[in-house]
Antibody
Framework: EVQLVESGGGLVQPGGSLRLSCAAS????????MHWVRQAPGEGLVWVSR????????TYADSVKGRFTISRDNAKNTVYLQMNDLRAEDTAVYYC???????????????WGQGTLVTVSS | QSALTQPPSASGSPGQSVTISCTGT?????????VSWYQQHPGKAPKLMIS???KRPSGVPDRFSGSKSGNTASLTVSGLQAEDEADYYC??????????FGTGTKVTVL
């Protein structure tokens, strides 16, 4: 059974930092791209970042570029999101999602974790 | 990276059909056959319902179907059931490994 379990969310002050983790199981993690997607309270889904299966390529939404860094440790089956210079508008539930596990090919978010809430407030 | 445009709401009676549109540009929806649709119940994580415009992942009922014409993609739910009441989001690849979601549509089963 595929499982994605996020952790690391919490309350942080504006300008602060937080690192989210997403532990994967039930599939060969090192073969698949991974994404982070966020959802502000009462709002829609917003794609945040993607990382290639071997970590060699990463991309970001303009809203987080230069502040967030996605990385992965294939030995630990874990993807990370380092978030720096956090702003109130970064407040959201952050989901990790796999790409290509359930559906052959790429550019789909096929399995999702339960999400972890990040609140940026003083 | 502007969000794709979806109607805020849609509704239908049990057994009826409802179609949700997702309008983008030639740089996203119109440029690639990588449009996917997600169902999200309150307080839950999204679930992939349609991939690559019209492909149904294993386990998704065949009541769900997808299509695309030009810069607009559509999701149709036929034979509406109570459990279909949820928020639905489209997503599209936008080139250079960038992705964009739609604004979301709340489907109500009357």
């Amino acid at each position: 059974e595929v499982q994605l379990v996020e952790s690391g969310g919490g309350l942080v002050q504006p300008g602060g930092s937080l690192r989210l983790s997403c532990a994967a199981s039930g599939f060969t993690f090192s073969r698949y791209w991974m994404h982070w997607v966020r959802q502000a309270p009462g709002e829609g889904l917003v794609w945040v970042s993607r990382i290639h299966d071997d970590g060699s390529s990463t991309t970001y939404a303009d809203s987080v570029k230069g502040r967030f860094t996605i990385s992965r440790d294939n030995a630990k089956n874990t993807v990370y999101l380092q978030m720096n210079d956090l702003r109130a508008e970064d407040t959201a539930v952050y989901y990790c999602a796999s790409d290509g596990v359930a559906v052959p090919g790429t550019n789909n978010f096929d399995y999702w974790g339960q999400g972890t809430l990040v609140t940026v407030s003083s | 990276q502007s969000a794709l445009t979806q109607p805020p709401s849609a509704s239908g009676s049990p057994g009826q059909s409802v179609t949700i549109s997702c309008t983008g540009t030639s740089s996203d929806v119109g440029g690639y056959n990588f449009v996917s649709w997600y169902q999200q119940h309150p307080g839950k994580a999204p679930k992939l319902m349609i991939s690559e415009v019209s492909k149904r992942p294993s386990g998704v009922p065949d009541r769900f179907s997808g299509s695309k014409s030009g810069n607009t993609a559509s999701l149709t739910v036929s034979g509406l059931q109570a459990e279909d009441e949820a928020d639905y989001y489209c997503s599209s690849y936008a080139g250079s490994y960038i992705y964009v979601f739609g604004t979301g549509t709340k489907v109500t089963v009357l």
